[in-house]
Nanobody
Framework: QVRLVESGGGLVQAGGSLRLSCTAS????????MGWFRQGPGKEREFVAA????????YYADSVKGRFTISRDNAKNTMYLQMNSLKPEDTAVYYC????????????????WGQGTQVTVSS
């Protein structure tokens, strides 16, 4: 099993920045990909970004490309999401996820999930 714990959410004004962290513990050697998803009020969970745990390849949703940056620190078993130029529509609960396979944008391809962290962007 893999346990994921997110941190770094909060309230920020439009145009501001936040950095989310996700720390993995347990059978981390089984992780191939990690990703961030978000779920806004009344919306379905949507893909934000993903990263290959070994090679560092990254993938982004069009809605965040150029504003968000995903990265990882293997030594710390931690993934990050740097969010810049935040917009009110970025308001959501952000979830960290880990996959044993080459997952990308489908939440069904992820095996483990964190509890979520709230990000609220005020206008």
């Amino acid at each position: 099993q893999v346990r994921l714990v997110e941190s770094g959410g909060g309230l920020v004004q439009a145009g501001g920045s936040l950095r989310l962290s996700c720390t993995a513990s347990g059978r981390t050697f089984s992780i191939e990909r990690m990703g961030w998803f978000r779920q806004g009020p009344g919306k379905e969970r949507e893909f934000v970004a993903a990263i290959s745990w070994s090679g560092g390849s990254t993938y982004y949703a069009d809605s965040v490309k150029g504003r968000f940056t995903i990265s990882r620190d293997n030594a710390k078993n931690t993934m990050y999401l740097q969010m810049n130029s935040l917009k009110p529509e970025d308001t959501a609960v952000y979830y960290c996820a880990a996959s044993r396979w080459y997952a990308r944008a489908s939440p069904d391809d992820y095996n483990y999930w964190g509890q979520g962290t709230q990000v609220t962007v005020s206008s």
